[in-house]
Nanobody, 120 residues
Framework: QVQLVESGGGLVQAGGSLGLSCAAS????????MGWYRQAPEKQRELVAT???????NYADSVKGRFTISRDNAKNTVYLQMNSLKPEDTAVYYC??????????????WGQGTQVAVSS
């Protein structure tokens, strides 16, 4: 089995900062791209940022210049530093990773989600 465990959500005032982390564990042979998605109430889940094994990054236009994604391949962990937070960033944030388990093919895995709430 593979697990993605997120941490670091919470409540912050507009303009503040939060950091999220997500650690993958289990029978992992290899990890490809990792990323963060979010889902606000009554909205579809949307991409926030992704990062490849070579640390190439991609961001949603709405977070460019404010959020930074990074990863530690040795720890199978991806991070999201969120600065200059806005009320519209309020959502449940989900970690995603494309993982190959030993003896299995590649699959996408999701974390359980962590709530981020930004007050105005």
């Amino acid at each position: 089995q593979v697990q993605l465990v997120e941490s670091g959500g919470g409540l912050v005032q507009a303009g503040g900062s939060l950091g999220l982390s997500c650690a993958a564990s289990g029978s992992i042979a290899s990890i490809d791209a990792m990323g963060w998605y979010r889902q606000a109430p009554e909205k579809q889940r949307e991409l926030v940022a992704t990062i490849t094994t070579g640390s190439s990054t991609n961001y949603a236009d709405s977070v460019k210049g404010r959020f930074t994604i990074s990863r530690d391949n040795a720890k199978n962990t991806v991070y999201l530093q969120m600065n200059s937070l806005k009320p519209e960033d309020t959502a449940v944030y989900y970690c995603n990773a494309r993982i190959k388990r030993r003896f299995y093919s590649w699959n996408d895995y999701w974390g359980q989600g962590t709530q981020v709430a930004v007050s105005s």
